[in-house]
């Protein structure tokens, strides 16, 4: 049987498993270094952040930089500013990578698939004609064509 090793797995699931500390969601805007955070665009209230377990090449995290886990918390100027994070997260991924369509989405709560509902973010994942194969079905692995330090890089400054 051939393997097809993905190391970098490993973290995603010991932290979702033991209950990963703190907030990244807080934790990577206050660095103060947005490329060694992946952080690809910000505005006053939010910012946008490569996901660090893609779906797939150029997913981004939008969050309001507030530490806030309900949706209906949000104030008014947060949630257009995240709207509007959203709009430039979608023109920047069409310039660069040209995917078929999206998928825009928000977790709220454990139990709708939230990984981190303490602080409530959204998810911008390009699609792809055919972007779906058999390695995440038959082998539990995800292959992604692309490192996130070239993602970062063609979309940094265009968000």
Known sequence: MERLWSPWRMAYIEAAREGAEGCFLCEKPALGDDAAAY?????????????????????????PLRHEGELEDLRDDELLDVARLLQRCVRALREVSSPDGFNLGVNLGRVAGAGLPEHVHWHVVPRWEGDTNFMPVVAETKVLPELLARTYERLRGRV
Do not use: K, Q, S, W
């Open 39 to 63: 952080i690809v665009g910000r505005t006053e209230l939010a910012f946008a952040i490569l996901n660090a377990f893609p779906y797939n090449p150029g997913h981004l995290i939008v969050a």
